[in-house]
């Protein structure tokens, strides 16, 4: 098999490699002191500790809401499911009411929770880091809950489905 090199300073070769591996679709959402939510997708989504119950997500540090959560106290990650395609490219979009006519509840902190997501992360900010051109951001779980919906992935710059092996 041959494989396509780069070098470093080659950043869509780059960001072709890492097109290769498959992530789950999540939307996070807060809502800041003025009260109007916010939300993005986010495919660096990861657990880190089951006790405490930690989890994290990265955000370009160029992003308009990179203040927004870097002061929050809550914010949720919703997992998406497979037929919530539109929900993910609407949230990757900028400028517009993301959440204009959407179905949600509240959760923690008021944090957004999207409705028919295949999971539901609510969490309490815990850490921030540096991560390069991305901060890195740590959630602690204050609650969850999942259905058994497949889940949409990201991979080689298009949406799939997730099935058992």
């Not at 591996?21 to 660096?44: C, F, I, Q, R």
């Not at 990265?58 to 997992?79: G, P, R």
């Not at 949600?104 to 999207?114: F, H, I, N, S």
């Not at 999942?146 to 489905?161: D, E, S, T, V």
Request: net charge negative.
């Amino acid at each position: 098999m041959a494989y396509d090199e780069g070098i470093l300073t080659d950043s869509q070769m780059l960001r072709s490699a890492y097109g290769s591996y498959g992530t789950g679709v999540t939307v996070v959402t807060t809502v800041p002191a003025d009260g109007s939510p916010v939300g993005l997708t986010v495919n660096s989504f990861s657990s880190v500790s089951l006790d405490p119950p930690l989890v994290l997500w990265c955000l370009d540090k160029s992003a308009n809401s990179l203040q927004i959560f870097e002061q929050t106290s809550h914010f949720a990650i919703n997992v998406l499911a497979h037929d919530q395609v539109d929900l993910s490219n609407t949230f990757a979009s900028s400028g517009e009411d993301k959440f204009s006519g959407l179905d949600y509840t509240t959760g923690a902190g008021d944090a957004p929770l999207l409705a028919g997501s295949v999971a539901q992360f609510e969490c309490e900010s815990w850490a921030t880091y540096d991560g390069g051109d991305h901060i890195i951001l740590v959630g602690k779980i204050v609650a969850y809950r999942r259905n058994n919906a497949p889940g949409l992935l990201y991979i080689g710059g298009q949406y799939a489905r997730s099935t058992p092996a």
